[in-house]
């Protein structure tokens, strides 16, 4: 069967059971926009190309399965350079394919060339500039598999014109064999000595902490990490990243650690004589100082990737596995530490005095932020999924919404990209259409990409969006105000300035605002009986409220900032 | 005109702790700028860098590294490079369990009067010339590391119009067992 290459990708694309590509045409991957009226693949029509690469990744992380985004040469594939960047940084299987100029005007500077493949070097797994029709259904599969084994990540494939527009024989690579890369070997032996050695090492602890990462979700382990934890009884605590990987309302589970985590969490970790890592990387915002993190801790550290392995504090044990195998590994080896009844009162006694809090706001308003995200949960149907911007409106969803299942929360962790709620929450809703989908955001981080909740309405797609508007840059004001003596410096945003009601009903949504709490538990109730189009909700936050828990930037972990209605008591 | 002081931090070369890192590649095109800049992202420093193509087989090139292993730890780099899609094996080699040889070349301008003195240092060094005219002569040495150190020392005294060193390549001493913590050559 002859094909154009055009056509072989779009096929390819069927062949790996892709179901939505979310992008924007331009000159160079015209010819791919052809084939695909007549693919039953759904192509999701984004307003800017930063867009579809969120959405892919709000797909990817929702469902489980790798998000696709096409767009074109120059412009549209640099647009998409952030959200392929924030998935290198979260590990989310992303298929990009970007238009390119023919062969004969690579490196001409011919018309939106771009070196697109040289650019996304740093920040993609892999990429691959496709110089014959012959070899795309090859790139397509190997990039399928390279984004989805291993450690998951981005993979971008660069497809010049004129090869889209040429003519090939159909073919499809029968499997890994054929993809032609002799250099990747995703699986991994487990080698049975480290795990007795890690055995051991739990055997003896005393203060052991279950450090639970995002990787455990990226392997799925979740089954395996609650039966672990549940036999053992060592206290758990997810990253950002790993929110929904142990039930919130766990007894073992002590919430999230690091610069915004529960006091708890973070303390447990400082005392721990060790720390279990299961697909975690000691980022800073966790560690905080890492010469000073968990002093008297060893640590076994279990990762797929090997480089993660002492790249920030040296393993007792590395264990270079995919961490439901590691689980089970050392469930079958029986592990189990000393007992740990002092351990859980000493637990305990930092959970009662230092729960999470927030004081009552007025009934006249504003309304206090985490007050409007836990109302949002306990209206929210169960397995609501929850995507967020970057800010403090992050860090209080992460506090605060009970996460109880796995890909129930969609966020920017390691790259920290404003504006990723709104798309990422469009993107989960087309994966998971039987869902809630809220997107709790900040004012912010709405304005740099509100403009696809009108590919959301023109498309079906509807999701729920929280403004939390404080009228300013909510996270950086408080860095200001607690760090640079109150000097505040372009951070101001203004409450209505856009009126966000207006904005929202012109992008065709419902739009909704909420001063007091009488209102906001209306509006609530409003916005949920609406299934049909978007809505965006106006929620006026009060703007001095800060996020605590909070440890200084640099400090060590043992300096955290609880809430000042906590201060007076002795720790 | 006077040499402006490099930025604060800029890596001053000097060899104190080198390790030997012998990467197969695929021969595909980026390959070595995906090497140079995970190198450069990571501030991983190299002293050298050799290319060429494999004895095993037109699909793939060897690439000989020598890092500064003071600037990050040989696992790390190792961890990453292995990262790379393209890199399909990666041997570490210890100077001390390493042969290494480079190769200098090195354009000497010649008169009557310090041509016997010239000749006297290729002798000594082992150095031979591969290329005369009546004013110049370009002489090569194949050695040890050390030893182009030490030739090119001897050479100061000349002017010389060009000098130019391979940077090294390396293969284990005989006998030598290879440390591949992957999975070994398949
Ligand atoms: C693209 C981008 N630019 C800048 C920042 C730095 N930054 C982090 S949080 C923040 C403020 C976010 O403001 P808003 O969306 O209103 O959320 P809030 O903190 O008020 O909840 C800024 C500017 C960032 N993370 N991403």
């Not at chain 2, 040499?3 to 931090?9: I, L, S, V």
Request: charged share 20%.
């Amino acid at each position: 069967m002859q094909l154009t290459g055009a056509q072989a990708l779009i096929k390819s694309l069927e062949q790996q059971g892709v179901d939505t590509v979310f992008g924007l045409p331009g000159g160079a991957i015209l010819p791919v926009y052809d084939p695909l009226l007549d693919s039953s693949i759904r192509h999701i029509l984004v307003r800017h190309e930063q867009g579809a690469g969120h959405m892919a990744e709000g797909y990817a992380l929702a469902t489980g399965r790798p998000g696709v985004a096409m767009v074109t040469s120059g412009p549209g594939s640099t647009n998409i350079v952030t959200p392929i960047a924030n998935a290198h940084m979260d590990s989310t299987p992303l298929v990009v394919v970007t238009g390119q100029v023919a062969t004969s005007s690579l490196g001409l500077d011919a018309f939106q060339e771009c070196d697109i493949t040289g650019i996304t070097m740093g920040v993609t797994k892999h990429n691959f500039l496709v110089r014959t029709a012959h070899d795309i259904p090859r790139a397509v599969a190997a990039a399928f598999h390279l984004a989805t084994t291993g450690r998951p990540g981005p993979v971008l494939i660069d497809l010049p014109k004129d090869v889209a527009q040429s003519t090939m024989e159909w073919w499809y690579p029968a499997g890994p064999d054929e993809y032609d890369l002799p250099g990747y070997h995703p699986l991994i032996d487990l080698d049975e000595a480290d795990v007795e050695r890690a055995v051991a090492l739990m055997a003896a602890a005393e203060r052991p902490v279950l450090y639970v990462g995002g990787g455990t979700l990226k392997s799925r382990a979740t089954a395996e990490l609650r039966a672990f934890a549940e036999r053992t009884r060592i206290p758990v605590v997810t990253t950002l990243m790993a929110r929904g990987a142990f039930p919130h309302s766990h007894e073992l589970n002590l919430g999230m650690p690091g610069m915004h985590g529960l006091y708890a969490a973070v303390t447990a970790m400082q005392r721990s004589d060790l720390l279990i890592t299961l697909g975690a990387r000691f980022d800073d915002r966790v560690t905080g100082r890492t010469a000073a993190f968990a002093p008297g801790a060893r640590v076994i550290h279990v990762d797929i990737d090997r480089a993660e392995l002492g790249k920030i504090r040296q393993a007792d044990v590395a264990i270079q596995g995919d961490v439901g195998t590691v689980l089970r590994a050392f469930e079958a080896a029986g592990a189990m530490p000393a007992r740990l009844d002092t351990w859980w009162s000493e637990i305990r006694s930092w959970q009662a005095a230092y729960p999470l809090t927030y004081e009552d706001e007025p009934t006249e308003g504003p309304l206090r932020p985490q007050h409007v995200i836990e109302s949002l949960a306990a209206n929210a149907p169960e397995g609501t999924i929850v995507a967020s911007g970057v800010g403090q409106h992050q860090m209080w969803t992460a506090q605060f919404w009970p996460f109880e299942e796995p890909n129930s929360w969609i966020n920017s962790g390691g790259a920290g990209t404003m504006g990723f709620g709104v798309p990422a929450a469009i993107g989960a809703k087309v994966g998971r259409p039987d869902r809630t989908v809220w997107c709790i955001d900040g004012d912010g981080c709405f304005q740099m990409t509100a403009q696809e909740l009108v590919t959301a309405r023109s498309e079906g797609i509807p999701v729920k969006v929280a403004i939390l508007n404080n009228s300013h840059l909510g996270m950086v004001r408080q860095w200001q105000e607690m760090f640079y003596d109150e000097r505040y410096s372009e951070v101001y945003l203004s409450p209505d300035l856009p009126d966000y009601v207006q904005w929202a009903e012109a992008m065709g949504c419902v739009g909704l605002r909420a001063t007091t709490p009488k209102e906001m538990s209306d509006v609530i109730d409003e916005a949920n009986a609406i299934n049909d189009v978007p809505v965006v909700i106006d929620f006026r936050v009060d703007a001095t409220e800060k996020v605590f828990p909070m440890v200084p930037a640099g400090a060590s972990n043992d300096d955290i900032l609880v809430h000042p209605s906590q201060r007076k008591e002795t720790r | 005109m006077n040499t402006p002081e490099p930025f604060a931090g800029e890596v001053v070369h000097s060899p104190v702790r080198h390790h030997i890192l012998s990467v197969l590649v695929e021969n595909k095109s980026g390959v070595l700028a995906r090497i140079a800049g995970l190198f450069a992202r990571r501030g991983f420093n190299i002293y050298s860098l050799a290319v060429a193509p494999s004895e095993r087989h037109a699909r793939f090139s060897r690439i000989t590294i020598v890092v500064d292993a003071e600037s990050a730890p040989l696992e790390q780099m190792m961890g990453q490079l292995d990262k790379l899609v393209n890199v399909v094996d990666i041997w570490d080699i210890a100077p001390k369990d390493a042969v290494e040889r480079e190769l200098l070349l090195a354009t000497i301008a010649t008169d009557v009067s310090n041509r016997t003195s010239l000749l006297d240092i290729l002798g000594r060094a082992g150095a031979s010339i591969i290329d005369v005219d009546p004013g110049a002569v370009t002489v090569m040495l194949a050695g040890t590391p050390a030893s182009c150190d030490e030739f090119e020392r001897a050479l100061e005294d000349y002017s010389s119009v060009e000098l130019h060193r391979t940077g090294r390549l390396a293969v284990p001493r005989l006998g030598q067992e290879l440390t591949n913590p992957e999975r070994g050559p398949r």
